[in-house]
């Protein structure tokens, strides 16, 4: 089977950065991706790794440890729009993605 | 612009009353997927289709169906709606499958 733990929130101040975890177990690993979705919306991409490593888009990252079955997605210079839930997601080859819980992310004055 | 639409956006029927939800999606993509969500809660796949093949999520319940006629359209249909399959319905597609576009979701309110 397959399973994500990633925390259920983070509370994090305007301006500041903050990381999202995600540790999966799985067979057959490809990638994580990462997906953004506001109160009421539907998710969107975000990003994929499917190397390890860091992949940047702009005040987002997200990196991939293999060997560690860990990931995490980098937030920096926050906003208040930056407020919503956040998921990982592993790709396994011919299967649909595989959706954490999902990471609430409240971004403070 | 290319995307993924669904029809209503806002869904009201009565227990036990059929509803069809509808997805249309302009991506020309191959894999259609059908997303139960409940508030708080991550997206629960129900089914997805490669092209026309139709994969069925193990506890998807029976009283979910669904077609999908050709490639841009894709349906949900729940035959006899409960209290308990009020949620928020999402489709996705994709073409490589580690990456989905959603749509903005029907939300489904059942009385």
């Known amino acids: 089977g397959q399973s994500l733990e990633q925390p259920s929130e983070v509370t994090a101040v305007e301006g500041a950065i903050v990381q999202i975890n995600c540790t999966y177990q799985?067979?057959?690993?490809?990638?994580l991706s990462w997906y953004q979705q506001h109160d009421g919306g539907a998710p969107t991409f975000l990003s994929y790794?499917?190397?390890?490593g860091l992949e940047e888009t702009g005040r987002f990252s997200s990196f991939l440890s293999r060997s560690d079955s860990y990931g995490y997605l980098l937030l920096q210079e926050l906003q208040m729009k930056d407020s919503a839930s956040y998921f990982c997601?592993?790709?396994?080859?011919?299967?649909?993605?595989?959706f954490g819980k999902g990471t609430r992310l409240s971004v403070i004055a | 612009d290319a995307m993924v639409i669904q029809n209503p956006r806002y869904q009201v029927t009565q227990f036990g009353k059929p509803v069809t939800l509808s997805c249309s999606q302009t991506?020309?993509?191959?894999?259609m997927y059908w997303y139960q969500q409940k508030s708080s809660q991550a997206p629960k796949l129900l089914f997805h289709?490669?092209?026309?093949?139709?994969?069925n999520e193990a506890d998807t319940p029976d009283n979910f169906q669904s077609r999908r006629p050709n490639t841009s359209f894709c349906f949900l249909d729940i035959r006899s709606p409960g209290l308990g399959d009020a949620a928020m319905y999402l489709c996705?597609?994709?073409?490589?499958?580690?990456?989905?576009?959603f749509g903005p979701g029907t939300r489904l309110l059942v009385l």
């Open positions: 799985t067979s057959g690993f490809y990638g």
């Open positions: 991506l020309n993509h191959n894999v």
């Open positions: 997601a592993v790709y396994s080859g011919n299967t649909p993605l595989v």
């Open positions: 996705a597609t994709s073409s490589q499958l580690e990456t989905q576009y």
């Open positions: 790794n499917g190397l390890d």
């Open positions: 289709y490669y092209d026309k093949d139709f994969n």
